[in-house]
């Protein structure tokens, strides 16, 4: 679905860049006819459902496992979101070739690139050419080279802009891809075993460390005031980085994962006693045993909303009366979320499979009854940003998690109460 999302953004570019120049094609007339006709519901929701219906087809002979559900995006807010993020993911690039060309004695104007780079990539989306080899850099180098600049500047700018896009997001996948398969756990049975040996470095240890430390200090804060005794749970530990990090701050907290490779790890630096295997949706211990839970980018990995109800249903059964439950997600309102999930997540790691059901953190009561205490946002900037970006970045962050896009965070925490 985000192909059906980028060929009308790109669509759009390609139209409103072709009238800015004069020349529009009779087929992005079309495209763009069709994009705007997306907007109205009934046509939306039907596209998708026939979508939907046509990718389960194609793909049960190779696999098995249910097609991710995209119903959210029959809901005008999310799609109109969605698509805001592609032409901003779209216009980037377009204006990347307007500053190369810009270096050349013989540019060409930013409308013209925007459309040039729109029409070209709409083309190689619609002929379903991988990266658009063969495809965008020829029809990039005859634009520029029809407005007059000479073969070779030519050919350095289109060589520019393909390796900023395509390039960099292939180098970095066959690096990665390298690493996986050299780290594979011989003796996998889940997604989540088979990349035991990998899971710390699916993002930058000096980022990985930070949100640890701001997580567990939000929830120590939310604890110290809401929760008088100290013995909690994290459902979904994996390597116990977070069970180690609460123990330290005072808190008596176990921990369960359904991966044996993952407790295996854990279990090595916090002992068997303290994690064990066990599911979210059959927590291995009796009725009201703990006094708080949290868990951190589970629930999002379930199958179903179904299943997503059925893990609060066991969440709460272990919880004392008044106990908390504090969940950590994703927050899919984030600008950059379709665009980093769809394009730069899936290059970099192999944590998300891409049949995730993510938890909306404004609209809990789709999950469970249970009554909302708070709901925190936090974080803008991206997870492989370097440390001195992040450090240059943090003030900004920090206004933007006091002011009212805090909603559009890259993160949220939401407190329930049993």
Not at 31 to 48: D, E, I, K, Q, Y
Not at 94 to 116: E, F, K, M, N, P
Not at 183 to 201: C, G, K, M, Q
């Amino acid at each position: 679905m985000d192909r059906l999302l980028d060929v009308t953004a790109l669509s759009l570019l390609a139209l409103f860049g072709g009238l800015a120049v004069g020349y529009v094609s009779g087929w992005v007339y079309a495209l763009a006819l069709a994009s705007g006709l997306s907007m109205l519901t009934p046509v939306r929701r039907t596209v998708l459902q026939i979508l939907g219906t046509a990718a389960e087809l194609l793909a049960r002979p190779f696999d098995a496992t249910p097609v991710a559900t995209c119903a959210r995006l029959a809901d005008l807010n999310t799609w109109s979101i969605g698509l805001a993020t592609s032409l901003i993911a779209w216009l980037m690039p377009g204006v990347g070739l307007w500053g190369l060309s810009r270096h050349a004695s013989q540019g060409i104007g930013l409308a013209d690139a925007i459309h040039t780079y729109a029409a070209s990539s709409l083309a190689s989306l619609l002929t379903l050419v991988p990266g658009g080899v063969l495809v965008i850099g020829p029809e990039i180098l005859t634009v520029l080279v029809e407005h007059g600049m000479a073969h070779a500047p030519a050919l350095l700018t289109v060589l520019g802009v393909r390796l900023s896009t395509v390039g960099v997001s292939v180098a970095m996948g066959v690096l990665f891809a390298v690493f996986h398969l050299s780290s594979e756990a011989p003796d996998s049975a889940t997604h989540f075993d088979d990349i035991a040996n990998a899971y710390d470095v699916q993002i930058l240890e000096s980022r990985r460390k930070a949100l640890l430390v701001r997580k567990t200090e939000m929830m120590k804060a939310v604890l110290d005031g809401g929760c008088s005794r100290k013995r909690g749970l994290d459902v979904g530990c994996g390597q116990g980085a977070y069970v180690g990090r609460m123990r330290e701050l005072g808190f008596d907290v176990e921990g369960i994962d359904t991966s044996a490779g993952q407790v295996r790890f854990a279990v090595h630096k916090l002992g068997d006693e303290v994690v064990r295997v066990g599911s979210v949706l059959d927590i291995p211990y009796a009725d009201a045993t703990f006094d708080f839970l949290f868990n951190i980018n589970v629930l999002h990995h379930l199958k179903s909303v179904a299943e997503q109800r059925r893990a609060f249903v066991e969440l709460f059964r272990v919880l004392k009366p008044g106990g908390l439950l504090l969940v950590h997600e994703i927050n899919t309102r984030n600008i950059l979320f379709r665009f980093y999930m769809g394009y730069v997540f899936p290059t970099l790691n192999c944590i998300d499979e891409g049949t995730e059901q993510w938890l909306l953190a404004h609209k809990f009561e789709i999950y469970t009854s249970a009554p909302v205490v708070e709901v925190r946002y936090f974080t803008f900037l991206p997870d492989f940003l370097p440390a001195l970006l992040v450090k240059l970045g943090e003030p900004v962050e920090r206004f933007l998690e006091r002011s009212a896009a805090r909603v559009f965070s890259a993160h949220y925490m939401v407190v329930l109460r049993k």
